[in-house]
C-alpha cells in the first residue's frame, strides 16, 4: 500500500489522461514526500469523496446544495430514547441526535440555504441559542445550549448528486465521488459500501484486469446493477429531507404530522420504511409504496370524520405536493432505470463500441472472401469422374 495524495489519472503513456482514453494509473505525491510520482494499475479506483477533484474529469457533475449540517457534541446528555437515534421536526429544518459513545451525544443542526451564519461574529451561536435551543425537546435543551456556550462547531455542506453511468476503460468511481444524497438518512456509508461488495461481485469472474475492455465490461454493467438500489437509498433521503422541512404550506405540515403518525403506528406501517432506511430491503416499489400510504393517510385524517370542500381540497394540495416531491427526484435518478433497469441498455463501453462497428462489416468481408476462394476452388476442382 502507498500513501499519497492524487494529482491526477494517467493515460497508457503515462500523460495526463483525456476523456476516451484508457486510465492507466495516477500521478501523485507520497505522503511526507514533495516530488510528483507515478503508479500504474489496470483498474483505477476512483473514490476521493465529496469533495472529490477527480470527478469534473470523469463526469459532467450536477451538484444540488440544499443545506449544512453543523455538528456539535453534547456531553452527559440523556437522550429520551437511550441508545437510539432521534429527529427533531423543527423550523425550518430538522435537527439530528445519536450516540456516539457512552457519554456523547452528536447533535447535527440542519441549516439550510448556500450559506451558514458566521462563526467568527457569533452569528451561528446566537442562531443556535435563539432559533434551536427553544424548539428542543426540555431535556436536551441544557447539554445542547452548554455545547454552544463551548463554541466547537464542525460544519459540513450538504450535497446531492444523483448517479449517471460514467464508463472509463481502466477507472471506476465509487462512494461519494460517484453519487451522494442528503446526509439525514445516513445513506452514504450504505451505499458506498453496497457498491464496493456488488463491484466486487462483478469483477470476480474475470481471472485478472489486464483487458481493460473485458474489464469496462463488467464495470459498465456495475451501473446499471446498482441504480434500482443505490435509487431507493437515495430518493428516500431526499425526499424524507423534503418532508421534513417546513415549507410554510398546510399540506406540508399534515404531510410531516402524517410521516409522525404514520410511523408510530408501527407494525407493517414501520417496518418497511425502517428496511428502506437502514438498507435491508431498499425495493423502489416499496418506498412508492410507503411514500404514498404516508400520503394518504394525511388526506384520510383531513377527510375524517366529515369531509368539507376545505378539507378536500386541502388533501388535493397535499397529493399534489407529495408528486411535487418525489418525481423530480425519482426523474433525476432516472425513472427507468430505477424500476425498470431490464428496460435500460447497458452503458457502451468505450473502444468497445467503435470495435463492435467494426465487427460486422469486418465479418462481412470476411465471409465474402471466404465464399469467393471456395466457389474458386469449386470452379477450378476436376469433375469427379477425371478424378
Ligand atoms: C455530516 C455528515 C454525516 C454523515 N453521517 C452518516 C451516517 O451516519 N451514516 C452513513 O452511512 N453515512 C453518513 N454520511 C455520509 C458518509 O460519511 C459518506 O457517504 C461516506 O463517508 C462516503 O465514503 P467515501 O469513501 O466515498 O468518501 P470519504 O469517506 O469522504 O473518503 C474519501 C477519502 O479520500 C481521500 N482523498 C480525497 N482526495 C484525495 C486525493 N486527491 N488523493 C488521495 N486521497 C484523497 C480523503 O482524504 C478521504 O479519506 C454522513 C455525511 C455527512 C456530511
Not at 269 to 287: M, Q, R
Amino acid at each position: 500500500m502507498r500513501e499519497g495524495t492524487v494529482r491526477g489519472l494517467l493515460n497508457g503513456a503515462g500523460r495526463p489522461w483525456q476523456e476516451g482514453e484508457v486510465v492507466a494509473g495516477v500521478s501523485y505525491v507520497p505522503k511526507g514526500g514533495e516530488k510528483v510520482e507515478r503508479v500504474t494499475a489496470p483498474l483505477t479506483l476512483v473514490c476521493d469523496g465529496m469533495f472529490s477533484t477527480l470527478r469534473k474529469r470523469m463526469m459532467d457533475a450536477e451538484i444540488h446544495k440544499p443545506s449544512f449540517f453543523v455538528g456539535v457534541i453534547l456531553e452527559d446528555c440523556p437522550l429520551p430514547c437511550p441508545n437510539h437515534g432521534h429527529v427533531v421536526l423543527a423550523d425550518p429544518s430538522p435537527i439530528l441526535f445519536y450516540p456516539i459513545s457512552s457519554t456523547e451525544v452528536r447533535c447535527l443542526v440542519d441549516i439550510k440555504g448556500d450559506k451558514l451564519p458566521s462563526a467568527g461574529n457569533g452569528d451561528l451561536a446566537k442562531y443556535m441559542q435563539e432559533v434551536v435551543g427553544p424548539q428542543l425537546p426540555r431535556t436536551l435543551q441544557g447539554p445542547f445550549l452548554a455545547a454552544v456556550e463551548k463554541g466547537r462547531f464542525r460544519s459540513m455542506q450538504n450535497k446531492a448528486m444523483a448517479a449517471k453511468p460514467v464508463c472509463h476503460a481502466g477507472a471506476v468511481m465509487l462512494g461519494d465521488s460517484y453519487n451522494m444524497r442528503h446526509p439525514i438518512t445516513g445513506g452514504g456509508m450504505t451505499v458506498a459500501l453496497h457498491d464496493t461488495q456488488l463491484l466486487c461481485e462483478m469483477l470476480h469472474p474475470l481471472p485478472n484486469f489486464d483487458d481493460p475492455l473485458a474489464t469496462a465490461s463488467q464495470t459498465t454493467s456495475f451501473f446499471k446493477a446498482r441504480k434500482p438500489w443505490a435509487g431507493t437509498i437515495n430518493t428516500l433521503a431526499n425526499a424524507l429531507y423534503l418532508v421534513f422541512c417546513r415549507n410554510g404550506q398546510r399540506w406540508g405540515d399534515v404531510m410531516q404530522e402524517a410521516c409522525f403518525q404514520y410511523l408510530k403506528k408501527g407494525g407493517w406501517y414501520a417496518a418497511g420504511p425502517v428496511s428502506l432506511l437502514s438498507g435491508l430491503a431498499p425495493k423502489p416499489y416499496v418506498l412508492v409504496t410507503h411514500f404514498f400510504m404516508v400520503a394518504l393517510y394525511g388526506v384520510g385524517g383531513l377527510l375524517a370524520p366529515f369531509p368539507t370542500p376545505r378539507s378536500a381540497l386541502l388533501g388535493l394540495q397535499l397529493l399534489w405536493g407529495a408528486l411535487g416531491i418525489i418525481l423530480p427526484i425519482v426523474r433525476a435518478e432516472g425513472i427507468r432505470a430505477v424500476f425498470f433497469p431490464s428496460l435500460v441498455a447497458d452503458p457502451r463501453v468505450p473502444g468497445r463500441g467503435r470495435a463492435a462497428a467494426l465487427a460486422g462489416p469486418v465479418a462481412a468481408v470476411a465471409l465474402a472472401v471466404a465464399l469467393a476462394v471456395l466457389a474458386q476452388r469449386w470452379v477450378q476442382s476436376p469433375p469427379a469422374e477425371a478424378a
